[in-house]
């Protein structure tokens, strides 16, 4: 029987057809081993070089019955860190972010963004090798690793601590003096008569000056000498740099690094560094100055900015800034005032629609849109950034910034009531907003009380100038009122009673109750929305606001009456006047109420159907049959 079994098998191998069998059996296992490590190559490079725009997506999931879901590759577990750490090989990205073919950069970029898999050297070699803009767009992502940018250039030593000040003051003296633009010549002379002041006072440099006597309200917040001196020229420095002209004096005069070394000084003072960065991003609006801004190393300075958690209004300016400095991706200007608050960093799909926040009166565009000041735990200090980024990802969300007094004791500038007028202050922004892009596309306006009136006056001026501004109202598709006084409120009339005493600014004149300029831009929005150019939501608050002015008072700020435009939907709230911008989560009524509105303004909201007997088995079939 053993003898046998050997015969058997040699016949089997030695048969004339063996061959025919041996051929199939090879072809197919190289066949089916070179398909398979196709597949795997093409699964693994679709997945990470093929781009499907979110708003595929988004419009799938609001107009389609087609589920998509998501299928990860079947990627063995030596293949894909192979191929991952080859594609971002040092010399490879470099190569890619240097190519002359845009998507090719682009994509690089987003994958570098997110990948953290380099050694200090590595980062180095990439940090030497890439180029200004490809900085700047890794900067304005939040997830960048910081490694990659190279430290500014070592700064020229300073002998003594006033020196900051003294060069800040020369450059201010350098500062061309324009005859219509008293504010500015009000906040320079200032400046420079109290630093002349310091210098006569203190011929030994370093000495204690008692200014007391004449800035009281800086002793009192804890100001010292020096500080005080350097936060007026920069105050003075930051409305030149509102002037292309001026800005490029001032860049020749080397404020950007008497900047970097004001960083140094103060490193915890969040006022001084708030007026830094954003005199930074006033520079940045004008592309002359860009390559002096990135050479002088300020890209690192900025992504740190813009990644400051401890102050909105650091982090905020920072993300203007490098707005501006991104010639490749931005188009638009974000001037003073004009904040991006989503998307902050590069995005492949442009947005669809833009979201405008306004505030109120002493409001902010950072701190008027905080969460409910009663929500303990993990909250947010502004929910239009981190709600609508969720619930809106394809809408671009913006927040306009003016100021406002309720006195004009409190005004800084005694010769600015001019320009505090309703229709001076709504030009502004105007001119402002369209050079951030507002009118291109369609857009709703979110205002909380003054910022209401603001909106309409806005839209009145642009219904009223249509080649400069007609795009604006033309795309205009709803606006949401946040306690609104369409009518005015009692603030007013209360301040005019005490005008001696308080000297009412004039946002407040202009908002006494049955004002003759109220009731003119109200019917004039009252007419857009009967003839349907576009939808208002107006919130009303139930609860008077309590105020403290060493004694308190319960105050209706805007009742009901006022808050109600008579056009459109009106929702009445139990909130007082602070708490009714403020919703407490994303359940609340007031947010849910906000983003159906504007969810059903941009054509975002699915209509509702009733399928049939069979397009139900049919739904119950693919559902739970197929992945789409």
Known sequence: MTNRIPEKIKFILLHPRAKNAYR??????????????????????????????TSVFNHEQVHSDIIIRSVEPIISSWWAPWLKAAEMDPQSVITKTNSKIKKTRLNMIEKMSNYHGWDDADCRTIAQAISYQTQVALARHPNSDLRLFLPPPLLPSLYCKTEIGKHLRDLLGKMPQYEGERCLQYYTSDALNTSEEYQLKNPQQGRAWDFEHSYPEYTHAGYDTIRLVEILCLRALLK???????????????????????????????????????????????????????????????????????????????????????????????????????????TMDPPIADIVFVHGMLGSAFHTW???????????????????????????????????????????????????????????????????????????????????????????????????????????????????????????????????????????????????????????????VNSGRFNTLSFAEARKTRFGFGITLDLHVVPPESANPGYGDFVTEDCNHFQICKPHNRNNSIYICTLDFIKKNFGLIKQPSVPDEEEDKLEGFLDSSFYW
């Not at 066949?31 to 070089?49: D, P």
């Not at 860009?290 to 909105?312: M, P, T």
């Not at 050079?435 to 003054?450: K, Q, T």
């Open 24 to 53: 199939f059996l090879t072809y197919s296992a190289i066949a089916g081993v070179s398909a398979f490590s196709t597949k795997c190559y093409l699964e693994y490079h679709l997945k990470n070089n093929m781009t499907i725009p």
């Open 240 to 346: 030149h740099s509102e002037i292309e002209e001026n800005c490029m004096i001032m860049v020749e005069g080397g404020i950007l690094q008497i900047l970097q070394h004001c960083l140094l000084e103060y490193p915890d003072d969040i006022e001084i560094q708030e007026c830094i960065v954003r005199i930074v991003a006033n520079l940045s609006v004008f592309t002359s100055l860009h390559y002096a801004i990135l050479q002088s190393g300020w890209v690192i300075l900025l992504a740190h900015a813009a990644r400051f958690k401890e102050d909105d209004g650091i982090s905020m300016q920072g993300s203007r800034a490098l707005q501006n400095l991104d010639q490749e991706a931005e188009k638009n200007k974000f001037v003073d005032g004009i904040f991006q608050f989503y998307p902050t960093h590069r």
């Open 370 to 528: 905080r969460q409910c000041d009663t929500v303990t735990g993990e909250r947010t200090d502004c929910w239009p950034k981190d709600w609508f980024s969720i619930d809106l990802p394809q809408c671009r969300v913006l927040s306009l910034e003016y100021d406002t007094s309720l006195s004009d004791w409190r005004s800084v500038c005694p010769h600015e009531a001019e320009r505090r007028t309703l229709e001076y202050r709504s030009l502004q922004l105007l001119i402002k907003t369209k050079s951030a892009g507002l009118g291109d596309r369609p857009l709703i306006f979110v205002s909380h009380s003054l910022g209401g009136i603001v909106v309409k006056q806005m839209l009145k001026l642009a219904d009223e100038n249509p080649e400069l501004f007609g795009n604006t109202i033309k795309n205009c598709k709803g606006i949401v009122f946040y306690g609104t006084p369409h009518f005015g409120t009692h603030i007013a009339d209360y301040s005019k009673r005490i005008r001696s005493l308080m000297y009412p600014s004039v946002e407040v004149i202009e908002l006494m109750q049955d004002s003759p300029k109220l009731q003119v831009i109200n019917n004039f929005v009252k007419e857009k």
